[in-house]
């Protein structure tokens, strides 16, 4: 067995209580602003894979989105839906832990720059993952290996050295071809203990 160096994390779904984060930020703007969820999250979703994508931002999309649905919803929102995504902060220790074992951490995720780098800001994450790969900079998400190429070039990791975590079986099968190691981790559950566990027949100590 090859020796790892780095853990690979999810975002949504991993490190966060909700499944995605497109569920986070349409729950808290439906709640705060008195729309409907399912109206807002029709709409909001239409532009959700271009900024996934980097193809286009929140702010360039926003006074469209409102007019169709006929609403002047204040765009200070967004930021206020990101920072108050539920963060499992059990799912942090986690991670702190594994970077004190001097095992190197990353977040992979498929996400919008403004969001993870608000939620970054208040939860201080540059300082438990040595490095962070988001989907809107590298240009492309887990549905290809370019975001994972990103991760092993600055992590400057072999992709067996490496082990990533998802609760999404189909973004699974990019880096368990390339070579990575995998976990799948079920979210309805949250068995960290179980998870901790996994982690462990890889030879790591937590």
């Given at each position: 067995m090859?020796?790892?160096?780095?853990?690979l994390?999810?975002?949504?779904?991993?490190?966060?209580?909700?499944?995605?984060?497109?569920?986070?930020?349409?729950?808290?703007?439906?709640?705060?602003?008195?729309?409907?969820k399912n109206?807002?999250?029709?709409e909001?979703?239409?532009?959700?894979?271009d900024?996934?994508?980097?193809?286009?931002?929140?702010?360039?999309?926003?006074?469209?989105?409102c007019?169709?649905?006929?609403?002047?919803?204040?765009?200070?929102?967004?930021?206020?839906?990101?920072?108050?995504?539920p963060?499992?902060?059990?799912?942090?220790?986690?991670?702190?832990?594994?970077k004190?074992?001097?095992?190197?951490?990353?977040l992979i995720?498929?996400?919008?720059?403004?969001?993870?780098?608000?939620?970054?800001?208040?939860?201080?994450?540059?300082?438990?993952?040595?490095?962070?790969?988001?989907?809107?900079?590298?240009?492309?998400?887990?549905?290809?290996?370019?975001?994972?190429?990103?991760?092993?070039?600055?992590?400057?990791?072999e992709?067996?050295?490496?082990?990533?975590?998802?609760?999404?079986?189909?973004?699974?099968t990019i880096?368990?071809?390339?070579g990575i190691?995998t976990i799948?981790?079920?979210?309805?559950?949250?068995?960290?203990?179980?998870?901790?566990?996994?982690?462990?027949?890889?030879?790591?100590?937590?």
């Open positions: 090859n020796t790892i160096k780095a853990i994390f999810d975002f949504d779904g991993v490190m966060t209580l909700d499944k995605t984060g497109t569920q986070s930020t349409c729950d808290y703007i439906s709640k705060n602003y008195c729309i409907d109206v807002f999250e029709k909001y979703r239409k532009y959700n894979y900024l996934l994508c980097g193809r286009t931002t929140h702010e360039k999309i926003w006074n469209i989105l007019s169709n649905l006929d609403e002047n919803i204040p765009v200070s929102i967004l930021h206020d839906s990101f920072v108050n995504t963060i499992d902060m059990a799912m942090v220790d986690l991670v702190k832990s594994i004190e074992s001097n095992v190197k951490t990353a995720t498929d996400n919008k720059i403004d969001r993870i780098k608000a939620i970054s800001e208040k939860y201080e994450l540059p300082k438990i993952f040595d490095i962070i790969v988001i989907s809107a900079e590298v240009g492309s998400g887990k549905e290809n290996d370019g975001i994972f190429n990103k991760a092993l070039s600055e992590l400057k990791c992709p067996n050295e490496c082990i990533f975590i998802d609760n999404q079986e189909k973004n699974l880096p368990r071809n390339m190691n799948y981790y079920d979210d309805e559950k949250r068995d960290i203990d179980q998870l901790k566990m996994e982690i462990g027949k890889y030879g790591i100590k937590i």
